[in-house]
């Protein structure tokens, strides 16, 4: 299973982007596909989730502003953020989970595959 972050960029407060994940045609569409990210600092941070394809969770944080989605057509994971935030400054990572344990979903050593973060600026 490989995966590849991209979409990130710099963005004004209120603005929005849409980061896309590509997985390998071999990615199984029961694995959780999860979002993180990591702010200098700081350690990584659950930002949502989606659960065999179906189920979405968010962080509180992000609730109502991120949505995930998956295209298992295209082998594509999606976050769009809307009403950034400087606080949302972060590199994030996509990442896919082979458990099939929901509780641990929010658990980044959870995650067996991990694609490379994309950066995520958000100006004040």
């Known amino acids: 299973v490989q995966l590849q972050a991209s979409g990130g960029g710099l963005v004004q407060t209120g603005g929005s982007l849409t980061l896309s994940c590509a997985m390998s045609?071999?990615?199984?569409?029961?694995?959780?596909l999860g979002w993180f990210r990591q702010a200098p600092g700081n350690d990584r941070e659950f930002v949502g989730a989606i659960f065999r394809s179906t189920g979405t969770y968010y962080a509180d944080s992000v609730k109502g502003r991120f949505a995930i989605s998956r295209d298992n057509a295209k082998n594509m994971m999606y976050l769009q953020m809307n009403g950034l935030k400087p606080d949302d400054t972060a590199i994030y990572y996509c990442?896919?989970?082979?458990?099939?344990?929901?509780?641990?979903?929010?658990?980044?050593?959870?995650?067996?595959?991990w694609g490379q973060g994309t950066q995520v600026t958000v100006s004040s």
């Open positions: 990442a896919a989970d082979s458990s099939l344990i929901l509780r641990s979903i929010r658990r980044y050593d959870q995650y067996d595959y």
């Open positions: 045609e071999r990615t199984p569409r029961s694995y959780t």
